[in-house]
């Protein structure tokens, strides 16, 4: 789970953008993410419910409200990939969920936005400490050329970006004043091959490092909380995973609405086979 921007401290935590960097769960189970964010999350506002690992299971809801976006993330996905989120829908409806479109026109454009924030704020950061480009030589060739690129974003971009944040944030918050949570791929893809620099998706080539963060992004980059599940396999054997995005502060109800999923389903017993 990726909690709200500024829920988990982020304090010791070598940053890569620090307008976006999240610190969050990994689990084997709803209930142990939620047990583990108790643990590590800080003050939630007053307006807010903080979960609870021993009423979560009461507070799974009878009818709740999920949101299929219409633009960005179903626009370049595997074929296996949206058959499993298809199929994920169907399951939620049946939970008592009601599923409607939101229309969300301007998240591409948090693409560039946000690339160029995270590389200007990485950047930042690596110079501040005296290692780039002191030691540029110990960076491997990927992570030297990305620095370089930050020093390359101008602070107009930079303000332009800070701009296209503000306005995706609105955005998404007009969108949940209909929806409980969005419901979307976690990956457009399944997990490619190690060393895999290029693949293709719907019939489009595309950077693997760019397939790994295109769907994760929009919610990095206006600060919403994120969880994500596991809803079935490829033909191949590969796992594929969904993401619920929710209205800053909402754990408590995205928690609730993943543990009715997983009560429903078996995938999160599965187990990629290894040999």
């Not at 999240?22 to 979960?51: F, N, Q, W």
Request: proline fraction near 6%; include cysteine.
């Amino acid at each position: 789970m990726k909690p709200t921007y500024g829920l988990v401290s982020v304090e010791g935590v070598v940053p890569l953008a620090i307008s976006m960097d999240h610190a969050g769960p990994l689990a084997r189970s709803v209930t142990d993410v939620c047990i583990m964010l108790e643990a590590v999350a800080g003050k939630y506002p007053g307006c807010a419910t903080a979960p609870d690992y021993r009423k979560l299971r009461k507070s799974i809801p009878r009818r709740f409200r999920l949101g299929w976006p219409k633009q960005y993330f179903f626009e370049r996905v595997d074929g296996e990939v949206r058959q499993a989120i298809d199929v994920a829908a169907k399951c939620f409806a049946s939970l008592g969920a009601r599923i409607e479109e939101v229309s969300l026109p301007h998240l591409a454009e948090s693409v560039q936005a946000s690339t160029n924030m995270a590389l200007a704020e990485a950047t930042r950061y690596h110079e501040s400490q005296g290692y780039f480009p002191a030691r540029q030589e110990e960076y491997s060739e990927d992570v030297r050329n990305r620095l370089a690129m930050g020093r390359e974003v101008r602070a107009v971009d930079y303000l332009s970006a800070q701009a296209v944040q503000r306005e995706t944030a609105r955005e998404l918050h007009a969108a949940f004043e209909e929806v409980d949570a969005i419901l979307a791929p976690a990956l457009p893809i399944a997990a490619p091959r190690l060393g895999e620099k290029e693949l293709e998706i719907a019939g489009e080539r595309e950077t693997v490092r760019s397939a790994l963060v295109r769907m994760n992004r929009p919610a990095n980059f206006t600060g919403n909380p994120a969880i994500s599940l596991p809803c079935g396999f490829t033909s191949t054997g590969l796992p594929i995973g969904l993401q619920l995005i929710g209205r800053h502060w909402s754990e408590a109800r995205l928690l609730a609405i993943a543990l009715a999923y997983e009560d429903a389903t078996e995938w999160h017993k599965r187990h990629p086979a290894l040999s």
